[in-house]
């Protein structure tokens, strides 16, 4: 049996601009609210003629309608959850959003993440909807307009200071009621600007690493193995070395923070470490170094003299100033010498040294005493082979005389 009948169907008519379209659903209505709504009425309409949903969009735009009310393919910008505008360009917005980005950069050279998340989303809109690039960067830039007052360093054309704060000349130059046609700006002038209060976050990881020295310290140990007085190193101390890792973070071209991400040690620091002596000194023991036996000045040295050699120095002073062992020892004589030393001492420090001393007006010790370096051992005089009060000081290794000034100074 052949159909006679058409099937109907109810539907709004929904007359939009110059044209009447019939569509049967809500989506159809949300759509065509963009337009201003002529009429609308309820019929019953061949199904044939009713519009899908999917085709709802296509026929509004074929549509001979207005200009301003024709719809356009353009791309919806949002920052993070807020709508920035529509644009026509989408290329024209990716190269804005470079040039920004490119002005808050700490580094060219490194890498950079934006926040948030930016989208640029293909969609139809109005005419009307439609924003200007060239409000792109006031609306990413500028969330509010704050004026910022900066004194120029030196002489500078408009068009390069601007460029470093994203404004538009005309409105540079409206700001600064500057003449129209000025083109440099002098030193120590007084211009306002906007200040940034951008809607992106351009943030940049620097990794830099160094070098740093670890001092040692020195540890003074005390050991009954030395003698009181006595002290060695046992451990030379070394320095060591760590490298520091730090991380710098830059946002929007200004650092917001530096931590050390790492430590690396690249060589262990040791201490030096000194042993000091604790062990009380037995009486009369040689501490192995000389001192001078008495205050007084050389008169003569270690050198030929008067046709022989002088197998010692001689240390002058007023009569009876002290005279000390030059180091610890042993007495093995005190008293008179024939030969010309007078009264004298003579010391044996039990190492292979023995110190002399002649001319002495009073000796203080006798043999077999033991001494301390610098104890008193009697006072200077004048006795024996001498011209006048001092000290004839030698010293003696294993029986050779050597320059006393090579022990003492
Ligand atoms: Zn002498």
Same mark, same amino acid.
Request: net charge negative; charged share 30%.
């Given at each position: 049996?052949?159909?006679?009948?058409?099937?109907?169907?109810?539907?709004?008519?929904?007359?939009?601009?110059?044209?009447?379209?019939?569509?049967?659903?809500?989506?159809?209505?949300?759509?065509?609210?963009?337009?201003?709504? &002529?009429?609308?009425?309820?019929?019953? !309409?061949?199904?044939?003629?009713?519009?899908k949903?999917?085709?709802?969009?296509?026929?509004?735009?074929?549509?001979?309608?207005?200009?301003?009310?024709?719809?356009?393919?353009?791309?919806?910008?949002?920052?993070?959850?807020?709508?920035?505008?529509?644009?026509?360009?989408?290329?024209? &917005?990716?190269?804005? !959003?470079?040039?920004?980005?490119?002005?808050?950069?700490?580094?060219?050279?490194?890498?950079?993440?934006?926040?948030?998340?930016?989208?640029?989303?293909?969609?139809?809109?109005?005419?009307?909807?439609i924003?200007?690039?060239?409000?792109?960067?006031?609306?990413?830039?500028?969330?509010?307009?704050?004026?910022?007052?900066?004194?120029?360093?030196?002489?500078?054309?408009?068009?390069?200071?601007?460029?470093?704060?994203?404004?538009?000349?005309?409105?540079? !130059?409206k700001?600064?009621?500057?003449?129209?046609?000025?083109?440099?700006?002098?030193?120590? =002038?007084?211009?306002?600007?906007?200040?940034?209060?951008?809607k992106?976050?351009?943030?940049?990881?620097?990794?830099?690493?160094?070098?740093?020295?670890?001092?040692?310290?020195?540890?003074?140990?005390?050991?009954?193995?030395?003698?009181i007085?006595?002290?060695?190193?046992?451990?030379?101390?070394?320095?060591?070395?760590?490298?520091?890792?730090?991380?710098?973070?830059?946002?929007?071209?200004?650092?917001?923070?530096?931590?050390?991400?790492?430590?690396?040690?690249?060589?262990?620091?040791?201490?030096?470490?000194?042993?000091i002596?604790?062990?009380?000194?037995?009486k009369?023991?040689?501490?192995?170094?000389?001192?001078?036996?008495?205050?007084?000045?050389?008169t003569?040295?270690?050198?030929?003299?008067?046709?022989?050699?002088?197998?010692?120095?001689? !240390?002058?002073?007023? =009569?009876?100033?002290?005279?000390?062992?030059?180091?610890?020892?042993?007495?093995?004589a005190?008293?008179?010498?024939s030969?010309?030393?007078?009264?004298?001492?003579k010391?044996?420090?039990?190492?292979?040294?023995?110190?002399?001393?002649g001319?002495?007006?009073?000796?203080?010790?006798?043999?077999?005493?033991?001494?301390?370096?610098?104890?008193?051992?009697?006072?200077?005089?004048?006795?024996?082979?001498?011209?006048?009060?001092?000290?004839?000081?030698?010293?003696?290794?294993?029986?050779?005389?050597?320059?006393?000034?090579?022990?003492?100074?």
């Open positions: 049996m052949k159909e006679s009948f058409k099937r109907l169907v109810r539907a709004s008519l929904l007359t939009v601009g110059v044209l009447t379209i019939s569509a049967n659903t809500a989506y159809a209505k949300e759509e065509i609210s963009k337009f201003e709504i &002529v009429q609308e009425e309820n019929k019953y !309409i061949d199904v044939n003629q009713a519009i949903e999917d085709q709802v969009q296509a026929r509004l735009m074929e549509m001979p309608i207005a200009e301003e009310l024709r719809i356009l393919e353009a791309y919806e910008l949002t920052i993070g959850e807020e709508f920035i505008g529509n644009f026509e360009d989408s290329q024209e &917005v990716i190269q804005e !959003i470079r040039d920004m980005v490119e002005k808050l950069l700490y580094d060219n050279q490194l890498d950079y993440d934006l926040i948030p998340e930016i989208r640029l989303e293909k969609k139809s809109v109005l005419k009307d909807e924003t200007d690039i060239k409000d792109l960067r006031y609306k990413v830039l500028y969330q509010e307009k704050i004026e910022e007052t900066i004194k120029i360093d030196q002489d500078i054309k408009i068009d390069d200071f601007i460029s470093k704060y994203s404004i538009d000349k005309d409105e540079f !130059i700001l600064n009621e500057l003449e129209e046609k000025s083109e440099i700006l002098k030193k120590d =002038m007084e211009v306002k600007v906007y200040e940034f209060t951008p992106i976050l351009v943030r940049q990881i620097e990794e830099k690493s160094h070098v740093k020295k670890i001092a040692f310290k020195t540890r003074k140990v005390k050991t009954d193995k030395l003698y007085g006595e002290s060695k190193v046992s451990q030379e101390g070394i320095s060591g070395r760590e490298k520091i890792n730090t991380k710098y973070i830059y946002e929007n071209g200004d650092l917001a923070k530096k931590y050390v991400e790492s430590k690396e040690i690249l060589r262990k620091k040791q201490d030096k470490i000194i042993l002596g604790n062990k009380e000194r037995p009369g023991m040689a501490t192995n170094s000389f001192i001078k036996p008495t205050v007084g000045r050389y003569s040295l270690f050198e030929y003299r008067w046709g022989s050699f002088h197998t010692g120095v001689d !240390i002058a002073n007023g =009569m009876g100033t002290s005279i000390v062992a030059s180091d610890g020892g042993r007495v093995i005190a008293g008179w010498n030969y010309g030393l007078g009264n004298h001492v010391i044996d420090h039990g190492n292979g040294y023995v110190t002399l001393y001319h002495m007006v009073g000796v203080d010790v006798k043999v077999g005493d033991r001494v301390d370096q610098g104890e008193h051992i009697g006072r200077m005089g004048s006795t024996g082979f001498s011209t006048g009060p001092h000290v004839h000081f030698e010293v003696i290794k294993d029986g050779v005389k050597l320059n006393p000034l090579n022990f003492i100074k």
